[in-house]
Each structure stands twice: as C-alpha cells, then as structure tokens.
C-alpha cells in the first residue's frame, strides 16, 4: 500500500511497523480498535513484509518488532514522498 495514494478523507487506523531501512510505515492491517488501543487479537505465526516504497522495497522479518498504530496524514496535492526525504529526518531512540 502506497501511503501517498490514500484517499484524503480516510480516518481510519492501520496497524503497521516501520521498515528498517527506510524507516517508513509498512501497514499490513486495519487497526478494528480505532485507534483507541486496546488490544482485540494476538498474533500467531512469522510476519514477514516488504517495504511498499519503490526505491526501498526492503524485505525482512517483523514477528518481534512493535507493532504501531498509523493514521493518514494530509497531504498537499500533487505531493509526494519520497525515500529521500525520510533519511533527511533523525529517527528518535
């Protein structure tokens, strides 16, 4: 799933993790809590994903990585992101 290519209006919340190279949201879920953070389900099995960015599309394991909650962002129109604006960002520790 593309991130910029979501509708405008969409409020809903998607679970996800962040991909390790680029360190954009890879989601693989609609969040059925709303965002509010209760947990409804565990997960069983391996969870394997691959980034959906063109210029990344890093495969790898997630079982153990925290999982989070993402909600759309709005965006301008005719903007786009791109991988090259996420490794200017410093990621918090």
């Known amino acids: ?3 910029s290519s979501w509708p ?3 409020k809903q919340w998607y679970l996800g993790v962040r991909c ?3 360190h954009l949201p ?3 879920a609609v969040d059925r809590s709303g965002g509010s953070g209760k947990a ?3 997960f069983a099995g391996r969870l394997v994903l ?3 960015m063109e210029t990344c599309r ?3 394991d997630y079982t153990n990585a925290a999982v989070s909650r993402f909600q759309k962002e709005p965006i301008k129109p005719n903007e786009t992101r791109t991988n090259d604006e996420s ?3 410093k990621r918090k520790r």
């Open 1 to 3: 799933m593309n991130v």
């Open 26 to 28: 890879i989601l693989f």
């Open 87 to 89: 490794k200017s960002r």
């Open 8 to 10: 405008k209006a969409d």
């Open 20 to 22: 390790r190279r680029c």
């Open 50 to 52: 691959t980034c959906t």
């Open 40 to 42: 409804n389900a565990s």
């Open 58 to 60: 890093y495969r790898a």
